[in-house]
C-alpha cells in the first residue's frame, strides 16, 4: 500500500482509491480529520447543503405563508443536517442513536426556528412586499449566525 492511498476510517485494509498526487491525499485526510476547525468546515458544509433543501422547500410552501414555509423548510433541512452532522461532521455514527442526535440536535434548532421566524415577523411589519427570495435570505442569513453557536453546542453536548 503506498502512502497516497485513501482509507475508509483507520482501517488501513479497506482502500477506497488511490490518489496521484501526494496533496489531494493530504487535503482529503485535513478534511476527515476530528479537530474543531475540521468539523466547523464539514460543519459549514452541511448547513450549505441543509440550507439548499430549506430554500427548496420554503419557495415551494411560500404560497401557504412564510411562516408555514419557513417551519416545514427548518424541519427537513434540520433532520437532513442532524443525520450528517452525526455521520460526516462529528463521526457519532457509532457513538450517538439517530433518534437522540434528532431529539437533541432538533431541541438546539428551536432556538434557530424561533429566531428566523421572529424575524420573518420582523421583515413582514418593515416591508410587507418583501419577496419570498428576500425573506429566505433574511433567514438563511439569521440561521447562519444562530449555526455558529449549533456548532458549539453539538460538538460539546450532542456529539
Do not use: C
Not at 419557513?70 to 424541519?75: D, L, Q
Not at 438546539?108 to 419577496?131: K, N
Amino acid at each position: 500500500m503506498s502512502t497516497s492511498d485513501i482509507w475508509v476510517g483507520s482501517n488501513p485494509t479497506s482502500v477506497v482509491g488511490r490518489q496521484k498526487s501526494g496533496i489531494s491525499a493530504r487535503l482529503i485526510g485535513l478534511l476527515t480529520g476530528d479537530r474543531a476547525f475540521v468539523q466547523l468546515i464539514r460543519f459549514a458544509l452541511v448547513g450549505g447543503i441543509s440550507n439548499i433543501l430549506y430554500f427548496g422547500a420554503f419557495l415551494a410552501l411560500h404560497g401557504d405563508g412564510v411562516l408555514v414555509a419557513n417551519t416545514v423548510g427548518a424541519v427537513l433541512s434540520t433532520i437532513l443536517a442532524n443525520e450528517l452532522h452525526r455521520r460526516l461532521t462529528f463521526h457519532a455514527a457509532d457513538r450517538v442513536h439517530w433518534f437522540t442526535a434528532q431529539w437533541e440536535g432538533g431541541g438546539l434548532a428551536l432556538i434557530g426556528l424561533a429566531a428566523s421566524s421572529a424575524a420573518i415577523s420582523a421583515l413582514g411589519v418593515l416591508l410587507p412586499g418583501a419577496s419570498g427570495v428576500l425573506q429566505a435570505a433574511l433567514v438563511i442569513g439569521v440561521s447562519a449566525l444562530v449555526g455558529g453557536l449549533r456548532f458549539v453546542a453539538l460538538r460539546g453536548w450532542v456529539f
